[in-house]
Every structure is written in C-alpha cells, then in structure tokens.
C-alpha cells in the first residue's frame, strides 16, 4: 500500500499503482496568488501616479542614467532589468508605448508610427531622453518612498511623484486574471482645465481625446465607468464626384487596418469601389475611387457601417489603490490626482521651507561666529571638547532671536569654516543672504497658507510652458444613426419566378425584378392575396402565381399598395389601400377576407401613395344594365393591411383596365436639418426647411462658391463650410458679392440655376478669388462701407438696391465690378418686401397613421392581375377590424423594430 498526503486534502491509503491528489488547495491558493500577481505587477496602473510596475521601472532607470543626453533604448532596456523581473521584450515594447505618446520621453531615431502600424525599429538603434515635462511632473526624490527591489540590491520607488493627471492623460489598456482595464486618453489643456475647475470649486467635464484625431461620440461615456461606450470615426471628406479622401481614423485602429477592412467589404459587395490608394506620410491621406453612379454620400455611410472607420470602445475604468482593484469614472480619477497633486505641493513646499530655515539658521550662526571674532575663543582651548563649549558660550548672548535651539552638530559646522573664508568675510553680503533667505521662507510661507492658489498657478504654468501643440485632436459630434440597409451596396440581382411561385438570386433564367444585397428582406404578393416577406436567398418558395415582388423597406408607411379582389369563389369585390411595416418574417398573410378561392384582379405598389384611375368591367349577366365604369382610388382611404376593404360590386369581373396613372396622395414631407448631426430628418430635429414633395430640391452654397441642388435624402452629407441650406426655389434670383483674385477688385452677380443637374462655381478660378456675401432673397439690400486714405475725404457709404444695380445674368457669368473704391466691409441689410405669386394647393387624400420619411422612389407599378367573375354594388365600407403584428427582426424573430 502507498500512503499519500496532499496539500489541501487528508491522508489516503491507495494502492501502489494509484496516487490520487486533489488539487483544490492548490487551485485555491496558487491560482489566487497568480491571479494577484497579474493584477497588482502587471496590467492594472496605481492610481497614484497612473504607471504599471514595468512602467514606473523604466522612469525610474531613465532617471538614473540621465544625463541630459540620449541613451540607447538597449541601454535603458538593461539598466531596467535591475528593477524588473521580466524579459527585455516586455520592457522595449512598454518604453516605445510611453515613446509614442509623446508626453514624457523625447525619442530619437524610428519610434513607429500609430497612424500606418509600423513597428519601431530595434531598441539598440534607438534612443531616448526624459521630457523636460517628465523631469518637473515626475520626479522628485525628497518626497518619493522607496521599497526594495525584487532581489534586494537596490531601492525602487513605491509610486513616484507624479504632479499631473498622467493616466487619463495617456490612457492604459490592460488584460489581468478576472479583470481588465481600459483608460482612455484625454486631452492635455482639457485635464488641466478641468483640474482647475475643481480646484476652484467648480464642475467640470472630461471627455477622451486621440491622437489619430477622427470624430468622437461620447453620448454614452459614463464617465469611463463599465458599461459606457464611445463611438470613434474617421474623418472622410469627399474630394470629387468619383473620389473619397480619409484624412483621419478612428482610435484603435491604423491605416494598414483600415484599408483590409475596406477591401474585405468590397469584396462582400457591401460597398464598390474601384481602387484605394495609400498616401499616408506625416498625416493620414488614404485616397478612395468610386465608380461612376455610385453616391459619394452612400458609400461615405457605408463605410462607417461596414468598415473599421466606425470603432465602438468600451471603456472600464480599473485601477490599483491599497493592493486592491478599485472601479473607478475618470471624473473621480480627475479628481484623486488633483488633491494627489496639491498634497505632493504641500509636501514640496514644507521641505523647502524646512531647507531654508536651515540654511537662514546656519548663516545667522556663521555671521554671529565670525562677526563677533567667537573664533578667536578656541585659541587657548587644548581639548575638542573645550572647543565646543568655548563656541557655545561665546554664541549664548546673541542666540535669542534664532528659531531653533543650536545643536553641537552646528558648531561642529562652524569649526570646519576656512581661515581663507573667514578673512574675506563681508557683513553686508552675509546680510544680503539672510535677508534674502527671509524673504523665500516668507513666500513659501505664504503658499503654504493659500495653497489651492499656488496649486492653481502650479497647473496654469504647466498649461503655459507645455501647452503648445496639445490641442484636441478628436471632434466631439453627435452620431446619427445608420441604417445598414439603407447604405449597402445592392451588388446581387434578384430574379422571380411568377409562376411556380420562387424568388431568389440564382433564377438567372427567370425575369429579372431588381438589385439587392444579401442583408435585404424581400416582399411578395400572390394571386390568391397572400404576402410574405423573407430574407434574400438563392432560392425560395413563396407561393404560386406571384404578382408583385420587391425590396422591402422597413418602416415605410409612405409606400402605399392598391388592391382589387374578389372574396372566394361567391362573394364580392373589394377595394382596399394599405401601407406594409411591421410584419414577422416568413409568415404568411392574407389580405383578402379570408375565404378560400379568393382572388386578385389588380395590384400596384406606389412608393408615394400616388392613386391611379381604373375601369372596371363587368361580365354580361342577367340584367346587369351597366357593365363599364371607373373606380377612382383617390376616394378610398388608406387602412391598415389587415382591413376587408370596400366593397365594389357583387356582380362578376371581367377584368379592371389602367385608365389614368395618379399622383401622390401624400401630403409633402417636412424636413429639417438637425446641426448637431448634420443630417436631414422627418423627426422634426433641428430647423424646418419646408415641406418637398418628389420634384423638390435642396439649394446648397459653400464658402467656396460652390452651388448645387439636391433630391433631399437621410443619407446626404454635407461640407463644414456650408453657408446656404434651404428649398430651393428655381424663379427666386440668387446674388453674390466676390473678390476678383486676378483684377483684385469686388464684383457682384445676380442668376439664376440653369442646370439643377450640375454643380456649379459662382466666382473666378483665381485662387485668390473668395466669396464676400451671398444674398437668397429676392430683392436685397446691401452697405458699402468704404475704407478712408490717407489725405483723401472718405467716400460716403451706400446702401445697394442689388436688384437695381445688375440685372439677372448666367449663372457662369463673371459680373459688374462692384466699385473702383477701396471696401472695408460688405453688410446685409434687411430685403425689400417681395409678394410672391400665389400658388393654389392640389387636393390632398387623408393618410390614416402616416409617419413621413424622406427618400424620393421611382413612379408606381402597375400590375393588373387576371380576370375572375365578380358582382357590383354601391362601394361600402369593411368590416375586419385592423389588426397588429409582431414586426421582424435579422434573425426572423418577432421582435419590435
């Protein structure tokens, strides 16, 4: 028998062959001790100075070896590895993150760059040196604590001294056993304004701050507490019609990264483009061709909806305090560096005062000592000890006035005063010191009693002297929201097989119905008055005799559906007008009564309600006297989907005949322009531009003199120096008041848009040629105000009727010259009262529950569906209540949208 004892468990008798070792004492205490090791030494920062151990190690060796030189990063490396017990890798690839945050090492040599990805070259051919902001916010010996270090050889700091919000300042991301921790950075002048703030007593915000800039939404922060996110953009502009241009990305990714992500969803037909091209140097420029057709608009959203230029970060805020882990938002972080701070000045101040006293004490003895000749006292005394008590006896009568009791150390100090010294000694320049010694104790001592005022001056000094260049990078904006569906590319066509009752992208034989893409849902009505909507695939069975079938739009209650059928093989014919949104996927619907048998006589979608005119034509039975007439859909109201309809006639169908395509029955559509997004919106967010119905456009004008007109739609963006956004109104003049580069005088033009189609430029080419004012009213008003020359009366000012000044001209025009005087300023005054012809409105159908949204489609489809024999009878209204359904989601799952 072999008897076994484990740690954590009870001796066993076991045969030979056999040992069993329970491992739950190890597990709980190794993996325990491992687990804290990895938290306290490794991946979680101290929030005392923001540093990991490995970090404050190599501090504190650049400290030693500094020189005010360069060292070899190899160097350092090893001088480090006195205090860290780890391999030289991890020490190299943590001094180069410290490096590249350009805060407290000055580097030298190819450091890599955050932006491409590129790694930095090996640490023996590259260099480093503290900052000189590093050596004032960092380092202080007198008041650092010390611990040995791990074999005992020497002293490493406990934490160092840190005078600055350095964790949120630099950011830290770590991965422990159980936890982990991600601090992301903040803007320098921002942290110290809020420090001050704070120090003021007032509140304060912070927000984080990348180096690789891009666009920020920090709606749901949290305070960088768990469960906070942040959304990080890249900047894209568009450069031409065909051309995209990304000049900064988003927090956590490089331009290396960047363009894969593009790739790979080009190559998933999420986006097209034709080419990418990498001009990344000193700053970021990734140049994006797009193929001609494609919106520029669309594909900027659907790179932010597919691609790494959108980044979701979720920030955790862990940090070690008193060996432990402590959960912590980046305002109380904010706030514990700050009192931190004012207490190591406190510290600082105490330690100078306590060195000047000293030095006033010992220069106030050495005047005492040698102005009243004590040293001529120790001549006659043979003993060391006798010469001590001569120099104190001597001292005694002039000794009140000094702040602390004379200790034998302070003769001793006396009696090593040179001869030399002592014979050059000047009473006025000993004087001098003392009084000047005074005079600092008096200012300490006065910082001292108002210590959050030199805290205060502390900060603004730091803001003054390291300050410049540490602008915020990243732009605060409020995201709005993408909608994948909207932006993808549609890259795959959809086919119907009408038939045998199949929809899918593989029936390249079959009729063709649109372009899709694989993340769309597809909509399909049968003969028998079914509907379904499914998801896009190769192949799928909806149900015989198809009708219609198309993309389906979510939430779209602009689209309206006209319908004819007859209900089972003998009931009536009914009208019906409906709008499809909430549905589950995959489910069938009937639209009809609910009768078997039933049937569709006709069937159109209409993307803008539009309401045909149709005949219906009746079969010869019995009496029936008239057999031809015509249905005006304008007359029914649009119900929920699930209504019976109106009835049309009981009599038998032959058939129902198109007479007249309609228009809307819509109202137009309000639409705003939120500037916190700069987005167009159905929400009423932000100004009213008006209300647009299809034909409507938007009139756009930038700084640039640039002018266009736009079909209003969510997905357009728009420049930063946009100065018009308004209906455009195509008889309304437009007039502009510019300097001429080349013949460096003021012009002004008055036109009107010829070509909405095109873009157009409203001033000269020269590149000194700006835009001074734009005016959209139609008769406006504008002050000259004329500069005064020296030796010359100044000429009056004017107030300029435009519309009398210059009459309309082409847009492409250069102009009158505005005046031979030299101008000042230009300013608008208010327009001159304009009556603009009255305009009758159309008669408008009431749309049941309608939700606008904007995004003109193209003009109905019509479908007339095949015969079935019907009666006839006044039109009458339904009876089957509407009814509500669990709409889709992506998954198929009836969720709410």
Known sequence: MNYQDVEGGEVEEVEETETITRVSG????????????????????????????????????????????????????????QYHPHGDASIADAMVQI????????????????????????????????????????????????????????????????????LLAQGAEGIAVGLSTKVLPHNFLEL?????????????????????????????????????????????????????????????????????????ANDKGKIKIKKIEDNTAADVEIMIHIASGISPDKTIDALYAFTNCENSISPLGCVIEDNKPLFVGVTEMLRRSTDRTVHLLKSELEIQLNEFEEQWHYASLERIFIENRIYRDIEEEETWEGVIQAID????????????????????????????????????????????????????????????????????????????????????????????SKVVIRNTKLYVNREEGFIGTSLKRDEYVADCSDI???????????????????????????????????????????????????????VKRFAVTSVTRDKEYDLTAGNKSSKVYYFTENPNGEAELVTILLRQSGSIKKLKWDLDFTDIRVKGRASKGNIVTKYPVKRVELKEKGLSTLKPRKIWFDDTVQRLNVDARGELLGEFTSEDRLLIINQRGLVKTLIPEVTLHFD????????????????????????????????????????????????????????????????????????????????????????IKG???????????????????????????????????????????????????????????????????????????????????????
């Open 26 to 81: 190890m597990y709980r205490e190794w993996f325990l001790d491992y687990a804290s090791y990895v938290i306290l030494e490794r991946a979680v920062p101290a929030i005392e100075d923001g540093f990991k151990p490995v970090q404050r190690r190599i501090m504190h060796s650049m400290k030693d070896l500094d020189d005010g030189r360069y060292n070899k990063v190899a160097n350092i490396v090893g001088h480090t590895m």
């Open 520 to 574: 769309d849902d597809i909509i399909a009505f049968t003969g028998d008055g079914k509907m379904m909507i499914t998801k896009v695939d190769s192949k799928a069975f909806i149900g015989k005799g198809i009708v219609h079938v198309a993309v389906f739009k979510k939430k779209d209650k602009r689209t309206i559906y006209n319908m004819i059928y007859k209900d089972g093989l003998k009931g009536a014919t009914y």
């Open 720 to 807: 930063e120096d946009m100065i018009v956004l308004e209906k455009w109104d195509s008889k309304k003049p437009l007039s502009a008041i510019y300097w001429e580069g080349e013949k460096e005088l003021f012009y002004i033009k008055r036109f009107l848009i010829d070509n909405p189609e095109r873009d157009e430029m409203i001033i000269t080419d020269h590149p000194k040629s700006y835009l001074e004012r734009l005016f959209t009213d139609y008769r406006p008003m504008a002050e000259i105000v004329f500069a005064k020359k020296r030796g010359q009366d100044r000429q009056e000012n004017i107030e300029l009727n435009i519309e009398e000044f210059i009459s």
């Open 99 to 166: 490096g590249q945050k350009d805060l407290l090492i000055d580097t030298q040599g190819n450091w890599g760059n955050i932006l491409t990805g590129d790694r930095a070259a090996a640490s023996r051919y590259i260099e480093a040196r503290i900052s000189k902001f590093g050596l004032e916010v960092v380092y202080n010996p007198k008041i650092t604590k010390w611990q040995s270090s791990y074999d005992g050889r020497r002293k490493e700091p406990i934490n160092l001294p840190v005078m600055f919000p350095l």
């Open 192 to 264: 110290i304004d809020a420090s001050v703030k704070y120090l003021q007593g007032k509140r304060f915000t912070i927000f984080p701050d990348f180096p690789t800039g891009g666009m920020v939404d920090v709606t749901d922060y949290n305070d960088g507490l768990r469960g906070g996110k942040i959304k990080s953009r890249a900047r894209i502009l568009q450069h031409d019609k065909n051309t995209l241009v990304i000049r900064e990305i988003p927090f956590g990714t490089n331009t290396s990264t960047l363009i894969d992500s593009i790739l790979k």
């Open 811 to 897: 847009i492409g025009a250069m102009g009158n010259q505005l005046t031979k005087y030299k101008v000042n300023e230009i300013n608008a005054l208010s327009s001159l009262p304009f009556e603009s012809p009255a305009v009758t409105p159309k008669e408008e159908l009431e749309v049941v529950d309608e939700e606008e949204v904007v995004g003109f489609e193209n003009p109905s489809i019509m479908r007339p569906v095949a015969d079935l024999p019907p009666k006839q009878k006044p039109i009458t209204e339904g009876t089957k209540d509407d009814e509500e359904e669990p709409p889709i989601d992506e998954d198929g799952q009836a969720t709410l949208f």
């Open 393 to 484: 006896k001597g001292l005694k009568p002039h000794t009140m006035h000094l702040k602390r009791a004379v200790t034998e150390e302070d003769i001793v100090r006396l009696t090593e005063i040179r001869i030399k010294r002592i014979s050059k000694f000047d009473i006025d320049k000993a004087q001098q010191k003392i009084d000047s010694l005074e005079d600092s104790i008096a200012q300490v001592k006065h910082h001292l009693a108002n210590l959050i005022t030199y805290a205060i001056d502390y900060f603004t000094r730091l803001r003054k002297e390291y300050g410049k260049g540490k602008e915020r990078k990243a732009e605060i904006k409020v995201f709005d929201d993408i909608i994948a």
